[in-house]
Structures are given as C-alpha cells and as structure tokens.
C-alpha cells in the first residue's frame, strides 16, 4: 500500500471496517478512523461484536465510506491486519481521535465515563495496512 492510500484513510470522516465472521462472511462496520503516519486506529466498544471477531481472525479490510458506511465508486479500500490495543495504548488513540473529531469525540466519551465511574469500556484497534 502507498502513503498515499494510508494518508486518505486517516483523513476519511469514516471507514468502513471490514471483519470476518468463522464462515468466513464478511462484516462491514462504519467506524471513526485516525492515522499516525504507519498505522490506522479505530475506537470502540470492548463488548462489540468487531472486537469479539478479531480476537479470533486479525484479517480486515478498510474502504472510505461515509456515515452509513455506504462506499463511493473509486473509494480507497486496503487489506491489513488488525491488533487489539492494550489500555495503556488507549491514550494515544483517544488524543488523537480528540484533535480529529474535537467535540463530537467528547460527546461520545464524557457521558460513558460519568455512567461507569470513571470506567472507559473502549478498545482500540490498530491496523496496519499490507503493502502493495
């Protein structure tokens, strides 16, 4: 993969995240994206489903995608191998959701703090794309 593809996911609103069931059926998820330059980092919940399926299979495949995760004809989409982050890498991937989605990412983030008492039952996931 170039720079380049990883360089438009990372800007991308939203990735689609591709996961694969023990069928093999794929499972497409839109996800916030953000990118230090050699990985890509999603956020989400520890109990979903997403992070259930890669504990058992790394493979994905990312594509651009808007909110429904609906794909536009000539969307970047690359193959790569996702790892589960530890929570103290959890850091790293919240700063940098913080500077890319400001406000909306504190909306999210806030109010499940309060409710869990200062519990963040969140995941982070790295991803780093295969090379073309």
């Known amino acids: 993969m170039t720079s380049d593809a990883l360089e438009a996911l990372g800007r991308s ?5 591709t996961t694969y069931r023990k069928d093999g059926t794929p499972v497409s998820t839109p996800v ?5 330059g050699t990985l890509l980092y999603v956020w989400t919940k520890t ?3 997403k992070v ?10 990312v594509t651009a995608c808007d ?3 609906r794909v536009a004809e000539g969307a970047v989409s690359v193959e790569g191998t996702a790892t589960l982050l530890e929570q103290s890498e959890m850091a790293k991937v919240r700063r940098l959701l913080s500077r ?8 999210l983030d806030y109010p499940a ?10 995941t982070g ?3 780093r794309p295969e090379q073309a």
């Open 13 to 17: 609103r939203y990735i689609s995240l």
């Open 32 to 36: 916030w994206v953000v990118s230090d």
């Open 47 to 49: 109990d979903t489903w």
């Open 52 to 61: 259930k399926r890669l504990r058992r299979d790394k493979r994905v495949v």
């Open 67 to 69: 909110l429904r995760g």
């Open 100 to 107: 890319k989605y400001k406000w909306q990412y504190w909306m």
């Open 113 to 122: 703090l309060i409710a869990r008492l200062g519990k963040r039952p969140h």
């Open 125 to 127: 996931i790295a991803i």
